[in-house]
């Protein structure tokens, strides 16, 4: 009897399906990652520094992941270091690039013959649509005197930074320039790879210290193709939540210590061979791996889909929405990510925020998860390319992922019809 008042009550019941179309600012895990992650809690809890079989486990899914995601990344094992996440990577570039250069600058100071630049401050050079994970920090160095910084705008034709821009920026205490290889709101692809040409170029015809290369390839990995080496950045941001693995993240360093400065923030137990001491995360680290893994093995499968995925999105919305609808994430000339789509529909009363708030079915953000306190303000990512406020002020930020169907796309687009059309009759 019960059971028969149960099956009337959810037959009364609409259950609403939500559609996740958020992949920027993180993703679900792989069941093959979980698996990964649960047998290492179960087999590997040993400490990887300990001498019996329980450590000898946990090491060797260490070492194994290791190799994953650097194979990932196009680099060797030994350039990999684990890390907390991307923001603690990210930090780790800047941090040791001042370090850098006030160890140079002291070099210099005992040989008075070494003119190597490192007089005054150190200099970096980054771009104005970074990460807060890279834009915060340096705007930290330079509120302390402990840098200077340039943050070059991107091009408001183009959403991406001009290599010449980057060139022009560079003075005889520059030590580092960092530009993201993809950003994660309009998912345009930078020239991280001509940048690199160019400055290598530089450097060898420099007396002053080398120019450090760094590029933050978040959005980038599990989307395109991304290799280091091919790119010729010193320095490579892995951030793990955003292809479909647990929340930890590496850094590629290009010959760590060795061709490569990397000086730790942390002192420890000389776990990741001094650079990021700290007991092993190995559960997070077999996740990590095994994610990388599938990326190595999937990579153009993944690609493939989720951009047939996006271009029926765009697609559909330009049909229901006509010349209601901007593309934010479409510029002359810029490649863009595959799953990325950047919209504003346009009218006085579609806010981004007020369309995502009274959506039914559909989960999306307006920009950068780590803005969705910025209190309903229109993204300074999208105003810096170029993008007018009233239309950045109705941005939506689609983000698929490798299980996105046309299903869900025809159920988000009709999801957004309705809203608008109930958003425009009450107002
Ligand atoms: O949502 C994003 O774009 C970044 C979150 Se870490």
Known sequence: ELLETVAKELNNVNVIIKIYMDYNATTPLEPEVIQAITEALRDAWGNP??????????????????ENVARMVGGKAEDIIFTSGGTEANNLVLQTAVEYFRRNQRAAERDEGNHNGCTGLPHIITSNVEHDSVKLPAEHLQRDGKAEVTFVPVSKVTACVEV????????PNTCLISVMLANNETGVIMPVQEICQRIKSLNKQ?????????????????KIR????????DYLTIVGHKFYAPRIGALYVNGPGARTPLCPMLFGGGQERNFRPGTENTPMIAGLGKAAELVTSN???????????????????KAVFKDKIHFNSHYPSSDIL?????VSILGPTLQGWRVLSSCTRLLASVGAACHSDSENRPSHILLSCGVPTEVAGNALRLSVGRGTTKEDVDAVVEDLRK??????EIN
Do not use: F, W
């Open 49 to 66: 520094s300990s001498n019996y079989i329980a450590g000898a486990k946990a090491k060797a899914i260490i070492s194994r992941s290791r």
């Open 164 to 171: 010449e821009d980057i060139i022009a920026a560079v003075r």
């Open 206 to 222: 420099r007396e002053q210290l080398r120019i450090l290369l760094h590029t933050d390839a978040a959005q980038a990995l599990g």
């Open 226 to 233: 991304v290799d280091a080496c091919e790119l010729g950045v």
């Open 299 to 317: 990579l153009p499968d993944y690609e493939s889909h989720m951009r047939s995925t996006k271009l029926y999105l765009e697609k559909r919305l």
């Open 338 to 342: 595959p799953n990325t789509c950047n």
């Open 419 to 424: 809203t608008v059309q109930l958003l425009e």
